[in-house]
């Protein structure tokens, strides 16, 4: 259904893409553009899981950033705790422990949370997810003894067996490699009962629950899966950046994750890669040429929105189908 | 506990709950009869408190300055409704939110590029500046009665306006039937216009009214905004009513939490972990009221009979 030939295609040349050149660019001295692609991966991931519930099952999540930090927060507080001492029962370097964290404090948050947010519809749905982003914005702001508005320094990144997140060209490939089995995993969701049920739903949900199914269930399981990978985005960037503040789950977060996928195509396999390239290489060239680079960035938004209908892959639409 | 700071935080309470209202009436109504989500409310809060400093410095009058900035603020509404919004209503909420969230990056960059990063003190006049005995050793300042004052006014006559005019009959009309309105002959493009240059404007003065206290600043629109968008989920989308309690209530809960959780919680717990935890859980709580009340009353309090 979303693979014509044409998309299809796209698909694997840039993924192709995106496996090649980073580490040309490490070889070729450039080591700063493979930081670059490494931070468009992983948030990619983020859009990738997003678009799960907000494409797919039209569940318009304004607060998907939370999971990030959610995701951030799990790498960095048993760090803290294993090199600065207290709070044994979660004091670890192991990288498996963390993304275990990540995954399943993001899925408990996002059962507890979604459990309330599907109970209602529409506009209400869009703000519950967004104050419940701001909760736990707030909750972690409030923490000082994890810096709180100043953030917190990862001194030691996850310890994973065979691979060092130290080295950045292994950092690179295993978010890579995350990313592939995130976009095989979401369409193997969407291609399945289950996902022809979140889709159905999306168009028509007193169909569906007139032929007999809990869509409620249907979509909260839907929002714990969704909520889980953008954890374990999270425990990647945390990874990546070293350093993680409650800045990173604000609202605004939340907002340029939309607009990624929104931007690349929701609904659409490489939508939220295109969205979050795209996003990325627009903010780097932006913020070089002026420090006022939101003002550009913001008029190009509402012109995205107010004219281009189905994102970046409903351009290349039509040529193949 | 000391009753004159619980009575003066309780004042502070209205004050914000007030202040809160003039922003999320603005929302409610554009919601209410637009069915338009607009997130760069919090940033015409933002542009009026600026608006207002300008203008305050360059005619030397507080209360001069927001009779010339409200105008102001409302033609910035009507410029949203007639370059971004009109073009939006008939799309989904996603949109109207991605394109409002992109309207929020342009406004702030332009307060930014006009006003510089910092923030702008306002000074008050002499005869607002000052403070006031209420009784007892209970003392307030001037400035703030003026606040709770004004917001009373302007609520009551949103009330007045909403319920017994021409305008606010054809406002409640639009809200329940938006194309049986039209058909009737009235100009519902204008009306439109109308109401959300109306909601800019209450908005531009709760930041005006709010600029003297906190200075003007950047980051205030984005602060306010997520807490309207409470208020207005709380009291349910689209009724003035139901804004006005869940206002008050969520101003009241916000302040009263801020200065007295922690000593409610030393009632119950040692006083170690109530210093560590008050904050947190008083920083989260309009949230957690939030979630209880939605989880038991999914369309808020006082949802609109018709929609």
């Not at chain 1, 949900?205 to 249907?218: A, I, K, M, Q």
């Not at chain 1, 929105?305 to 193949?320: E, S, Y």
């Not at chain 2, 603005?26 to 203008?55: E, K, P, Q, R, W």
């Not at chain 2, 859980?281 to 808020?300: D, E, F, K, N």
């Amino acid at each position: 259904m979303s693979g014509s030939k044409t998309t299809t295609r796209i698909t694997i040349v840039v993924m192709v893409i995106l496996a090649i050149l980073p580490p040309v660019f490490l070889w070729t001295g450039n080591a700063f553009y493979l930081d670059l692609a490494t931070r468009l991966v992983i948030l990619a991931i983020a859009a990738v899981s997003l678009n799960l519930i907000l494409g797919y099952g039209g569940l318009v999540s304004f607060g998907h950033a939370a999971y990030i930090g959610i995701g951030a927060f799990a790498v960095g507080i048993p760090v803290y705790h294993e090199t600065y001492g207290g709070f044994d029962a979660v004091a670890s370097y192991g990288g498996a422990f963390h993304i275990l964290l990540a995954v399943g404090i993001s899925a408990l948050f996002a059962l507890v949370t979604g459990a309330i947010c599907l109970r209602t519809k529409g506009v209400y749905f869009i703000m519950i997810t967004m104050a419940f982003g701001q909760m736990a914005y707030y909750f972690f702001l409030s923490i000082e003894e994890y810096g709180g508005d100043d953030g917190l320094v990862i001194d030691i990144r996850s310890e994973l067996p065979r691979v060092s997140l130290d080295d950045p060209l292994q950092l690179y490939a295993i978010a890579y490699v995350s990313l592939v089995i995130a976009m095989i995993l979401v369409r193997t969701i969407v291609n399945s009962r289950f996902g022809m049920v979140l889709q159905g739903a999306k168009g028509n949900n007193e169909r569906l629950v007139t032929l007999g199914f809990n869509t409620y269930l249907y979509r909260l399981a839907a929002y714990v899966i969704s909520g889980a990978m953008c954890g374990f985005a999270g425990a990647l960037l945390g990874n990546f950046t070293t350093f993680i503040s409650p800045e990173m789950m604000g609202w605004g977060r939340s907002g340029e994750l939309m607009f990624m996928v929104i931007l690349g195509g929701a609904g659409t396999t490489l939508g939220p890669v295109l969205g979050s390239a795209t996003f990325i290489l627009l903010e780097e060239v932006l913020s070089s040429i002026t420090v006022f680079w939101h003002l550009p960035f913001g008029l190009m938004l509402i012109g995205v929105v107010l004219f281009v209908r189905g994102g970046l892959m409903g351009l290349f639409k039509g040529k193949g189908d | 506990m000391d009753y004159t700071l619980l009575f003066i935080q309780t004042l502070n309470g209205v004050q914000l709950g007030l202040l809160l209202f003039l922003v999320a009436s603005g929302l409610t109504l554009v919601f209410g009869i637009l069915d338009f989500v607009n997130l760069a409310h919090g940033s015409i809060y933002m542009l009026g408190a600026f608006i207002c400093a300008s203008l305050t410095f360059m005619t030397g009058n507080f209360l001069l300055a927001v009779l010339i900035a409200l105008p102001i603020t409302g033609l910035v509404g009507y410029l949203i409704e007639r370059f971004v919004a009109r073009n939006l209503y008939d799309r989904d909420h996603l949109d109207h939110v991605l394109a409002t969230f992109g309207l929020i990056l342009v406004l702030d960059t332009s307060a930014h590029l006009i006003w510089g990063p910092e923030g702008i003190a306002v000074p008050l006049p002499a005869w607002l500046d000052g403070r006031v005995t209420l009784f007892g050793d209970v003392v307030v300042p001037t400035y703030r009665l003026l606040i709770i004052g004004t917001g009373l006014a302007i609520a009551a006559g949103l009330f007045w306006l909403v319920n017994y005019t021409r305008l606010g009959m054809l406002i409640r009309a639009g809200a329940s039937n938006r194309t049986m309105v039209s058909a009737l002959g009235v100009d519902i493009q204008t009306l439109f216009a109308l109401v959300f240059a109306l909601g800019a404007m209450m908005a531009g003065l709760a930041g005006m009214l709010i600029s003297p206290i906190t200075e003007a600043s950047i980051s205030m629109g984005g602060e306010i905004i997520i807490t309207a968008f409470v208020v207005i989920i709380v009291g349910g989308i689209g009724s003035m009513k139901g804004a006005f309690v869940a206002a008050i209530v969520i101003g009241l809960i916000d302040t009263l939490g801020r200065s007295f959780l922690d000593d409610l919680f030393k009632l119950f717990m040692s006083s170690d972990a109530a210093e560590t935890s008050a904050p947190a859980v008083s920083a989260m709580l309009i949230y957690i009221i939030m979630a209880v009340i939605l989880a038991l009353r999914p369309q808020g309090l006082f949802p609109p009979k018709v929609r």
